[in-house]
């Protein structure tokens, strides 16, 4: 039939062209009126959140975790940890900015007071530079410890920013930081006592190294008899010694 095609005659659906295909493949737009949160289209696009690992799902169900899942969590950050560092790294950025502004602003403009003293309130240009970019490698350093989940690493990362920015009397932006990452290290330190305690391994309390429970020392044990020392032999008195005495 004219104006028709060869799936038209058969009865079957008409075939599509190129942009009609093109069209088709694109993602339709949500029509049903709910929104997702911000909180929410955040994580799906940069965190990504994969199935709750074995360690998790131990933690949720109140139920002790082998060694294997210890190994795994000691190693690992959890999402909510790694979610932190990854929501806290650009602001740490931005905050370094501004705190370095700040200084540049408030900088005295002559090194010396009008006595010919030196003036305690200059700072360098130059070294509110360097310290600028320390602030900001240690805020790309705590994106990517966040990003690759090294707990530990970034609880010190976070714990070192912190304690800068409070040395430069910025306390409201620095204590955060501090406190963030004292919950980092917290979480470490209890997560490998944990694993120490999975694996049989206890602390000897005196510093030593540690041992396995119900290990034996190999080296002989004390007698605890005791045995009075004995007292050395008597020498025969010699033949001069008797005719003195006689």
């Not at 737009?29 to 074995?54: I, M, Q, W």
């Not at 119900?214 to 032999?233: E, F, I, L």
Request: proline share 10%; glycine share 10%.
């Amino acid at each position: 039939m004219p104006g028709g095609t060869e799936n038209d005659d058969r009865g079957g659906p008409p075939r599509l062209s190129l942009g009609q295909r093109f069209l088709a493949a694109l993602p339709r737009l949500r029509r049903d009126g709910t929104r997702v949160p911000l909180v929410e289209r955040f994580k799906e696009a940069v965190v990504k959140p994969v199935e709750p690992s074995a360690a998790a799902k131990a933690k949720a169900a109140d139920v002790p975790m082998t060694e294997e899942e210890l190994e795994y969590a000691v190693a690992h950050a959890d999402d909510k940890e790694r979610l932190t560092g990854l929501l806290l790294a650009p602001f740490a950025g931005g905050i370094g900015i501004l705190v370095i502004h700040l200084l540049v602003a408030n900088d005295p403009t002559s090194p010396r007071l009008k006595s010919g003293a030196p003036n305690p309130h200059y700072i360098s240009l130059g070294l509110l530079h360097e310290l600028l970019l320390v602030l900001l490698v240690m805020a790309l350093l705590m994106l990517g410890l966040a990003f690759y989940r090294k707990r530990l690493f970034l609880g010190i990362v976070m714990a070192l920013y912190g304690l800068a920015i409070f040395n430069l009397h910025y306390w409201g932006f620095g204590i955060p930081y501090i406190l963030v990452g004292a919950w980092l290290l917290i979480q470490s330190y209890r997560l490998q006592r944990d694993l120490k305690e999975a694996r049989g391994e206890v602390a000897t309390g005196r510093g030593g190294p540690t041992r396995p429970r119900g290990a034996t020392s190999s080296g002989p044990r004390p007698n605890k008899r005791y045995t009075p020392p004995t007292s050395p032999p008597k020498r025969p008195p010699k033949p001069g010694d008797e005719k003195k005495a006689g």
